[in-house]
């Protein structure tokens, strides 16, 4: 079930209204939207709403058994009893055909023959995120951070909440289960606003990601070879502003429907490309994966404690389990590993300046940090490339065509261009302008609110190509 079908919509609209009209009694409303969640959830396959089942059952008890622990070693042992089972699912669907191909290649290589089977597993939706929002449950309750939920049916309804399921925000317990509990009030502005962000959201992916991705980045991608370097560095920057107007709907269409529902989540994006340094740019990049991997991988790690070595250490193996968590590919793995490398060079820059007692790298001259700031995008457009590339010989042909310089641009036409402009322009967009535009929506009547939505429905129905493109975060 696409965000952008006529079958989410008619689920949203039947659940809030069912959700509102039973809000006041005890458990229903309850019932009614892990309902919902499970049928959006079964669109998928029927057959995994019992693993995201099992796995939200294990948590429950996990959360419950830590609490009444009397010591923090049995503690342990039950906390590791939940990351081992969640580990093992993810191992199994996600990455033992993975490691099983790399084992048998490598054996081929040295003259043996392994010939491991392969199981060919069809991938659940969304696995990582539910998988990943649910051991932070479990380790937050392990800390002492947050009381294990009473609630069985309130805790299977945080794990599967549907508008954040399948490709987030990776939202933590003390972000929903307190709205679960306390079912605070419909607020109409905030309902407004949750309207706005979905409009805003579909706009993104089907004026602008959804254009790029047909019109431009598949091509270049499919076959790089047909296209001048201008040609295919247009399409690498166009994958840049595919895969941010791409999540970055997504995020604004979960949060708005969560809105909805009286529920407040965090913001997941902050104009990534306009990041000065690459520590700026994961603190505007998918924020709520970002603030995971550091509050349950860096910082258990060792974080910055252990010395410059260990720092170094660990931001390389946290990028890198960052990129296989999006996929178990090779390329994800260089994808991670550039991150990583390029955030140990930049740790390693500010702290020898810190010893010479020099002030920020950057320092306060707007010339370089504007050098900064095109530098930083243009990193991440390379690493872009292996993110995108299908495999590792995809990607080295795109590097290959981009060194040829060759400056031909017969097949950037000006409706290619103006969809990357476009696309650019809603990242570039001030953000008091967009609040702006929020609250003058919300501070206009029902029927004009309405009449807005329909005639915005309308205008990227016209838009909409005869092509489903799916949201790219559905794949991990």
Same mark, same amino acid.
């Given at each position: 079930?696409?965000?952008?079908?006529?079958?989410?919509?008619?689920?949203?609209?039947?659940?809030?209204?069912?959700?509102?009209?039973?809000?006041?009694?005890?458990?229903?409303?309850?019932?009614? #939207?892990?309902?919902?969640?499970?049928?959006?959830?079964?669109?998928?396959?029927?057959?995994?709403?019992?693993?995201?089942?099992?796995?939200?059952?294990?948590?429950?008890?996990?959360?419950?058994?830590?609490?009444?622990?009397?010591?923090?070693?049995?503690?342990?042992?039950?906390?590791?009893?939940?990351?081992?089972? $969640?580990?093992?699912?993810?191992?199994?669907?996600?990455?033992?055909?993975?490691?099983?191909?790399?084992?048998?290649?490598?054996?081929? $290589?040295?003259?043996?023959?392994?010939?491991?089977?392969?199981? $060919?597993?069809?991938?659940?939706?969304?696995?990582?995120? !539910?998988? !990943?929002?649910?051991?932070?449950?479990?380790?937050?309750?392990?800390?002492?951070?947050?009381?294990?939920?009473?609630?069985?049916?309130?805790? #299977?309804?945080?794990?599967? +909440? +549907?508008?954040?399921?399948?490709?987030?925000?990776?939202?933590?317990?003390?972000?929903?289960?307190?709205?679960?509990?306390?079912?605070?009030?419909?607020?109409?502005?905030?309902?407004?606003?949750?309207?706005?962000?979905?409009?805003?959201?579909?706009?993104?992916?089907?004026?602008?990601?959804?254009? #790029?991705?047909?019109?431009?980045?598949?091509?270049?991608?499919?076959?790089?070879?047909?296209?001048?370097?201008?040609?295919? #560095?247009?399409?690498?920057?166009? @994958?840049?502003?595919?895969?941010?107007?791409?999540?970055?709907?997504?995020?604004?269409?979960?949060?708005?429907?969560?809105?909805?529902?009286?529920?407040?989540?965090?913001?997941? &994006?902050?104009?990534?490309?306009?990041?000065?340094?690459?520590?700026?740019?994961?603190?505007?990049?998918?924020?709520?994966?970002?603030?995971?991997?550091?509050?349950?991988?860096?910082?258990?790690?060792?974080?910055?404690?252990?010395?410059?070595?260990?720092? @170094?250490?660990?931001?390389?193996?946290?990028?890198?389990?960052?990129?296989?968590?999006?996929?178990?590919?090779?390329?994800?793995?260089?994808?991670?590993?550039?991150?990583?490398?390029?955030?140990?060079?930049?740790? @390693?820059?500010?702290?020898? *300046?810190?010893?010479?007692?020099?002030?920020?790298?950057?320092?306060?001259?707007?010339?370089? *940090?504007?050098?900064?700031? &095109?530098?930083? +995008?243009?990193?991440?457009?390379?690493?872009?490339?292996?993110?995108?590339?299908?495999?590792?010989?995809?990607?080295?042909?795109?590097?290959?065509?981009?060194?040829?310089?060759?400056?031909?641009?017969?097949?950037?036409?000006?409706?290619?261009?103006?969809?990357?402009?476009?696309?650019?322009?809603? $990242?570039?967009?001030?953000?008091?302008?967009?609040?702006?535009?929020?609250?003058?929506?919300?501070?206009?009547?029902?029927?004009?609110?309405?009449?807005?939505?329909?005639?915005?429905?309308?205008?990227?129905?016209?838009?909409?190509?005869?092509?489903?493109?799916?949201?790219?975060? +559905?794949?991990?």
């Amino acid at each position: 079930m696409q965000f952008n079908s006529l079958e989410y919509a008619l689920l949203l609209g039947v659940a809030f209204v069912a959700y509102w009209a039973t809000v006041q009694r005890p458990v229903v409303p309850t019932v009614l #939207l892990l309902v919902a969640n499970y049928v959006f959830y079964g669109s998928w396959n029927h057959w995994y709403l019992l693993l995201i089942f099992a796995s939200s059952t294990v948590d429950y008890f996990v959360g419950r058994a830590i609490a009444r622990a009397p010591e923090r070693g049995r503690k342990k042992a039950i906390l590791w009893l939940s990351l081992t089972y $969640h580990l093992s699912i993810l191992a199994l669907f996600k990455y033992y055909d993975f490691f099983v191909t790399t084992t048998n290649a490598a054996g081929a $290589h040295l003259g043996m023959n392994p010939n491991l089977p392969l199981l $060919h597993l069809i991938l659940p939706a969304g696995i990582s995120f !539910f998988t !990943f929002q649910s051991m932070s449950y479990a380790i937050d309750v392990y800390r002492g951070e947050i009381e294990p939920e009473d609630s069985y049916l309130r805790y #299977l309804a945080f794990v599967s +909440f +549907f508008p954040q399921l399948v490709a987030g925000p990776i939202v933590r317990a003390r972000d929903l289960l307190p709205g679960l509990r306390e079912r605070p009030p419909l607020i109409a502005a905030e309902a407004s606003h949750g309207l706005f962000l979905i409009l805003i959201g579909l706009t993104k992916k089907v004026a602008f990601a959804d254009p #790029l991705a047909l019109n431009l980045v598949d091509r270049v991608f499919d076959l790089p070879w047909q296209f001048s370097s201008l040609e295919v #560095l247009t399409g690498v920057y166009g @994958y840049a502003f595919q895969i941010y107007c791409d999540f970055s709907a997504y995020s604004d269409i979960a949060i708005g429907s969560a809105l909805l529902f009286g529920f407040r989540f965090p913001p997941n &994006f902050d104009a990534p490309y306009r990041a000065q340094d690459l520590q700026d740019f994961w603190r505007r990049w998918h924020i709520s994966l970002s603030s995971w991997l550091r509050d349950y991988l860096y910082v258990p790690l060792g974080g910055n404690r252990g010395g410059e070595v260990a720092t @170094y250490r660990n931001l390389m193996l946290t990028m890198l389990l960052g990129g296989l968590w999006h996929g178990a590919s090779w390329n994800f793995v260089v994808w991670g590993l550039l991150h990583g490398g390029a955030l140990a060079v930049l740790r @390693y820059l500010q702290r020898s *300046r810190a010893k010479r007692g020099l002030g920020p790298l950057l320092g306060e001259r707007p010339a370089a *940090r504007v050098l900064a700031g &095109f530098v930083t +995008f243009n990193f991440v457009c390379l690493a872009w490339i292996f993110f995108r590339a299908r495999t590792w010989d995809d990607a080295m042909a795109v590097l290959d065509r981009l060194s040829e310089l060759s400056l031909s641009a017969n097949n950037l036409g000006w409706v290619v261009l103006a969809t990357l402009g476009g696309a650019a322009a809603t $990242h570039l967009c001030p953000r008091a302008l967009f609040d702006a535009a929020s609250r003058r929506f919300a501070a206009l009547p029902a029927w004009a609110q309405a009449l807005v939505l329909v005639a915005g429905l309308q205008g990227l129905g016209k838009l909409a190509g005869t092509e489903v493109v799916p949201f790219i975060y +559905f794949q991990f």
